[in-house]
């Protein structure tokens, strides 16, 4: 109900605020455990998700968005679960675990699992290599991998700025990648590196971002063709 509410209150304003136009949201089904793996350039992606999908996204997300003091604390805390976001602590460790296994939850409940592979936003606009988490939680749920692309939201909110300005932003959501279950055994670095690539190129194609050659192979400055 909370969700319904902020998704009806706030998140028109958003779409108005960002300037939104969306692509492919019918990529994203209706009633089956989905992988939504995105490129992060800026704080607010995660808002701009939340609009660009007809199904709730759960997120995970540091828990210090759910311990702040005051009411700006508090107002962070409820929009933040509102919105989808879960509280897991990501200081390593065997409380690494709990993102995994918060995602497995969701995943096994039928329900959508945002993600960015690469870990954190990028610094310079620049997509890095991603993080082979996304590709162990598809093997082991079986769960179809939803690319999406992000432009413009670190325009609209520079690393740095809390408040962000208006500007236009896109959300390119691709086609799913299907991925058979696979036993946890039969699961090794080389198949999960090979998938993460195959995910961040789609996402690439789709972001328009320009990749870093030391993961990638192709020149720092040379942008992928728009057409591809």
């Known amino acids: 109900m909370f969700y319904r509410i902020i998704r009806l209150a706030v998140l028109p304003f958003f779409k108005w605020f960002f300037a939104i136009e969306i692509y492919g949201g019918f990529n994203i089904k209706k009633d089956n455990k989905v992988i939504l793996a995105s490129n992060h350039i800026a704080a607010a992606d995660s808002i701009v998700l939340a609009i660009a999908s007809h199904r709730k996204i759960h997120f995970i997300g540091k828990k210090e968005y759910f311990t702040g003091k005051g009411i700006k604390g508090k107002i962070i805390k409820y929009f933040m679960k509102g919105i989808g976001v879960i509280p897991v602590d990501r200081t390593g460790g065997q409380k690494s675990n709990q993102a995994l296994n918060t995602a497995l939850q969701v995943l096994n409940k039928n329900q959508l699992f945002g993600i960015y592979p690469e870990g954190t936003r990028s610094p310079d606009g620049i997509l890095y290599k991603g993080h082979t988490g996304v590709a162990r939680l ?59 690539t195959r995910i961040m190129t789609e996402i690439s194609k789709l972001s328009k971002q320009t990749v870093n050659s030391k993961i990638y192979g192709i020149d720092r400055k040379t942008k992928l063709n728009k057409n591809e």
């Open 138 to 196: 598809a093997y082991l749920t079986g769960s179809p991998i939803v690319p999406v692309g992000i432009q413009g939201t670190n325009l609209a909110q520079p690393i740095g700025k809390t408040i962000p300005k208006r500007a236009k932003v896109i959300v390119r959501i691709g086609k799913p990648i299907i991925v058979e279950r696979v036993n946890q055994t039969d699961i090794n670095y080389d198949k999960l590196r090979q998938l993460t």
